[in-house]
């Protein structure tokens, strides 16, 4: 599971333990306001400053900028 912060960040969550995130992916510059899955490991981002990112969960990075 995926959720996002303010500051940028996605948090990574295993399904049955919410406790504390797994995992943690930055690069964005403002807040992550939308995702949307693509595939068991592909997210596509929506930020703050107006780009469209395409992130990677496994590997934790981001693709590409999309728009």
Do not use: Q
């Not at 500051?7 to 406790?19: A, H, N």
């Not at 964005?28 to 469209?52: A, M, R």
């Amino acid at each position: 599971m995926c959720c996002s912060s303010a500051e940028g960040t996605l948090f990574l969550f295993k399904w049955d333990w919410f406790g504390d995130a797994s995992d943690r992916l930055t690069g964005h510059s403002c807040s992550v306001d939308t995702i949307c899955k693509i595939d068991e490991s592909t997210l596509l981002t929506g930020c703050e400053d107006g780009k469209l990112r395409g992130v990677s969960i496994y590997p934790n990075k981001i693709l590409s900028v999309i728009g």
